[in-house]
């Protein structure tokens, strides 16, 4: 992991998956832990974030180390028309590691190749968003002790959710069961259930929120109205799925309701009252795994 940069999570292998949650845990027990004091880290948003950008940049001082960045693309001088390629060469000159958000699916792998320093895929458009899955691997492994044999429904836009393909991709070490929950619209790409099938791992396909009793983890996604072309698409998928309160009574007793955040209908706010809801510690796992995941790639731990 030293020096390397982590932009989807198939750069990580099984172990070094279990050794980032490893040092996550670490770090929740010590948190404020400066030994990357002579270091900059350069955090560069070209779409909008809450808490990817704020817990890097949290995870970034308890580290002891210093941020510079943008949190919106029209102050630098992207607007006056440089390529991304000439932005990172610039930006790995000032930083010792850089951490990137962007629309363009593959943009953070082409940075990547640009780039002198490592760089972190805070999201690359529908593509992949490595760090928040392993924020959501270290969630499920904190609720239900362990990763592995667990069935995980995943429910909403699961086209457009660069989220739940980063954790398929990444629960298929664990031998999990799948259930997708999406209409035909929104369906879990082609190349992800391949993905499975390669692997011999059970998924199931349905367009209705029902079996919930059978979930371990229920992972709610957002419909992401910024990916559609066409705003009437959206108008009809917005409103698929709602989760309420009362849809959780037959479930286990120990099943977590996870979602990345930010929501807008798709969980009742009569849920998070629920001791199975798990979204806001969630969010609060992010600032621990970003912490473990700079300090294995700056080679101190
Ligand atoms: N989960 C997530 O990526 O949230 P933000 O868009 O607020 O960073």
């Known amino acids: 992991m030293k020096n390397k940069s982590l932009v ?8 070094e998956i279990l050794r980032i949650l490893e040092l996550a845990a670490f770090y929740e027990a010590n948190p404020n832990q400066p030994e990357l004091k002579e270091k900059v880290v350069a955090s560069l948003f070209f779409e909008p974030s809450t808490r990817t950008r704020l817990s890097f940049e949290t995870a970034i001082n308890r580290l002891g180390a210093r941020v510079i960045g943008f949190t919106d693309s029209s102050s630098s001088s992207t607007t006056k028309g440089e390529t991304l390629k000439d932005t990172i060469k610039m930006v790995s000159n000032y930083a010792d590691l ?3 958000r962007h629309p363009l699916e593959g943009s953070a792998r082409y940075a990547s190749e640009q780039s002198r320093v490592p760089i972190i895929n805070a999201g690359d458009g529908a593509n992949q968003h490595p760090t928040q899955t392993l924020l959501d691997l270290y969630s499920i492994q904190k609720t239900q002790g362990t990763l592995e044999n667990l069935t995980v429904f995943m429910v909403g836009d ?11 991709m990444a629960l298929s070490h664990f031998n999990p069961v799948f259930h997708f929950v999406a209409p035909k619209e929104l ?15 059970e998924f199931y396909e ?4 029902n079996n919930l009793e059978q979930a371990d983890i229920l992972y709610m996604t957002r419909v992401q109205k910024e990916r559609f072309s066409d705003p009437m698409e959206y108008e ?8 309420r309160n009362a849809m959780l009574e037959k479930t286990k007793e120990n099943m977590k309701v996870l979602h990345p955040l930010p929501r807008v209908n798709e969980i009742h706010t ?16 992010g600032v621990y795994t970003r912490m473990a995941i700079i300090s294995a790639i700056m080679g101190i731990k």
Request: a neutral charge.
């Open 270 to 285: 009569d849920v998070d009252s629920s001791e199975k809801a798990y979204y806001f510690q969630q969010a609060e796992n």
């Open 98 to 100: 850089i951490v990137m």
């Open 206 to 209: 349905q367009k209705e929120m």
């Open 236 to 243: 009809r998928v917005k409103n698929a799925y709602v989760l």
């Open 8 to 15: 989807s999570i198939s750069d990580y292998t099984r172990d």
């Open 187 to 201: 369906e879990m790409p082609c190349e992800y259930k391949a993905f499975l099938r390669e692997r011999g791992i």
């Open 158 to 168: 699961l086209k457009y959710g660069r989220t739940v393909h980063s954790l398929l």
